[in-house]
């Protein structure tokens, strides 16, 4: 590509990182069925689904991610949102604790609904 990148061709190369080599506080594509590999474990994002019943109550949504340590233990994460927007999830691998962000980055870089964010610690 040709120096200055636009907006659009970094927005795009960002993208392109992040699913090949995902890191903690970096934004990652949200992919359904990819696999991405951090250290001690790897995410897959399973999907979306929607439980739409408005106007007659309230709407609500629900990403679920299969995380997988080294040794074959799997965990299935949910993040719900509605009239809120999704909260941070915090979650456990091997004793390691790390948190699951959907929403947004520290930054104010708006995460969805297309992208995640993992940092280690809660």
């Known amino acids: 590509y040709n120096e200055p990148l636009s907006t659009e061709e ?3 190369v960002r993208d392109i990182e992040s699913t090949l080599s ?3 506080k970096k934004p990652v594509l949200k992919i359904t069925g990819s696999h991405y590999d951090f250290k001690s474990f790897q995410i897959t994002p399973l999907g979306s689904e929607t ?3 408005a106007p007659s109550s309230l709407s609500l949504s629900v990403d ?3 995380v997988k340590d080294g040794q074959g233990s799997e965990q299935t994460l949910e993040v719900v949102s509605g009239q809120v927007p999704p909260q941070p999830l915090k979650f456990e691998v091997k004793g390691e604790k790390y948190t ?3 929403y947004q980055t520290e ?3 708006r995460l969805y609904p297309y992208y995640f964010q993992i940092f280690k610690g809660h």
Request: no cysteine; aromatic share 22%; net charge positive.
């Open 64 to 66: 679920r991610f299969r």
């Open 107 to 109: 930054t104010g870089f």
């Open 10 to 12: 970094s927005a795009f």
């Open 51 to 53: 439980n739409a019943k």
């Open 22 to 24: 995902p890191d903690f």
């Open 100 to 102: 699951l962000v959907t």
